[in-house]
């Protein structure tokens, strides 16, 4: 193909690529109108919505116009071939990266209660426990009510805790929380990301240069790789459902078995359902071929050991609890209505629930490299008539995004379109496959645009990312004329300063920090639990306690 073709279908994509994200970037403007404090009555989703990608729509747009220019394209290109010729190398590499990106970025620290929950079990089971254990008279102070039954469960009156999540994120968890390197693991799995997509794109489109492309598309993307430097689960289920689609992709009983144990560790990471949404397109597929019966039986017997130790038997553990938890489940009705009118008194843009589908959209094409999802859209159209590998691969994109219709909430907190992000391997691998014969022209395009992402689009995002963290952390009580012991957050006059109240399974901390139940009775609080120590200083995001200096 001559560059003449290279030049007009690469055009034809940077404009749709530009229209499409000008287009995003009007919705968000009007969405934006009337809104003038950014930290004041907006939903965290409306916010990062709004506050953030809004500022990535026309850094956005030049990089799918300057990807135009011939030297980018090479460049590209280039690059791309040797990711393909080496996936180690750069699996190690993307690990280092994201390890530093991990700890001065994302200040190594749990952000949301989301993330939390995850590493709060995790320190549970690095001391050889299953449950936590605070003081129950202290409980409202150390777990928000709004809190409880949402991310952290109470299970006896004596104040056993535990995670309301599933536990085997935070099982893969404990050995780094045991060395207190937790921040370390999801950049581990998003190295072990890259190479597996290196092998899908091997294995699917039969180059080493369109596996490096796959990869290089993967790693631009900032939505990957902002989840790569996180706490949240979402890394660990987007490795678990790429390794189980190469495992199926030339199935055998021992390959079935294997993937099928794989997909046990998926079930149980935080949730079933992003598995679950995944996987069912090839179990339908593996029921169409020949040996269905030996190939399923296979898979199933993989799953089964996970999944009735992981998740049936930690089921069964907190059923020795049920009456506690039947009391509980109330408790907390109570406690999620509450925390919902808290969350949105004074709100300007409240929670948008299934209105947030759409915005997912614009989440995912701003959070991803310039034109691949575009071509991610054209490749799933070309398949809507076929039958087998690439149909299940692209149904179970679908279905994942469309399952979530029936979740009556937005995503909250999270980067990117957090929800699709268990599936999100399906829009390279898609992307790619319209790339080849013959659209191969569009290849150094697409290349182009990605490492213009990875540099300047990734960048943007770890910018945004490392000064909203270090805003929420600014938001913990002044401490002056003393030694802090006790700070007590006023969720108030805070920015979801309520996410800041975390202890130690254990209330071992040698800095606590609770919530405020009203300064009288956080006084009284004080006066009983704590009366060696003295009020040294408050301000408008609450109070901080402690030993006066001498």
Known sequence: MTDVS????????????VAITVAIGVALAYRREGLQNPFSGVSIYSHLLL???????APYAIVAALALLAPVRELGLRFAAWIGGHPGLV???????????????YHAYPLSMDEYALVFQSQIFAEGRLTGKYPAELMDWIVPS?????????LSGAGDVVSVYWPGYSLLLTPFTLLGIPWLLNPILCGGTVFVMHGLGLRLLGSREAAGLVVLLTIASPAVTVNGISFYSMTGHLLANALYLLLLLEPTPRRAFAAGAVGSLALVLHNPVPHILFALPWLVWLASRPERLRLLGALVAGYLPGCLLLGFGWSLFLGRHTETAAAGAIAAAG??????????????????????????????????????????LAGGWQLRRERGIWWAIAASGLLTFFGYFFVPFDQGHGWGARYFHSAWLVLPLLAVRVLRAPN???SGYVAGCAILSLALLTSLRALQVEQFIARHLAQLPAVAGGEAK?????????????????????????????????????????????????????????????????
Do not use: C
Request: charged share 20%; proline share 4%.
């Open 146 to 154: 709004f809190f409880q039954g949402r991310f952290i469960s109470i």
């Open 51 to 57: 506050f953030q990608d809004y500022y990535a729509v």
């Open 440 to 442: 191969a022209a569009l």
């Open 91 to 105: 699996a190690v590499a993307t690990t280092f990266a994201l390890a530093a990106g991990s700890r001065f970025v």
């Open 6 to 17: 290279l030049s007009k279908e690469a055009r034809r994509l940077a404009e749709v690529s």
């Open 486 to 550: 006790v700070l007590i957050i006023d969720g108030r006059n805070s920015y979801y300063g309520w996410d800041l109240v975390r202890s130690d399974p254990f209330f071992r901390d040698p800095v606590k920090v609770l919530f405020s139940r009203g300064a009288q009775r956080d006084a009284a609080m004080m006066a009983a639990h704590f009366p060696e120590y003295r009020l040294l200083a408050s301000d408008r995001h609450g109070w901080t306690w402690g030993v006066p200096a001498r």
């Open 335 to 376: 406690a999620n209505l509450l925390y919902d009118r808290v969350a949105s008194i004074g709100t300007t843009v409240s929670s948008l629930g299934l209105a947030s589908r759409p915005l997912d959209l614009a989440k995912l094409w701003l959070w991803s490299v310039p034109g691949m999802m575009a071509l991610a």
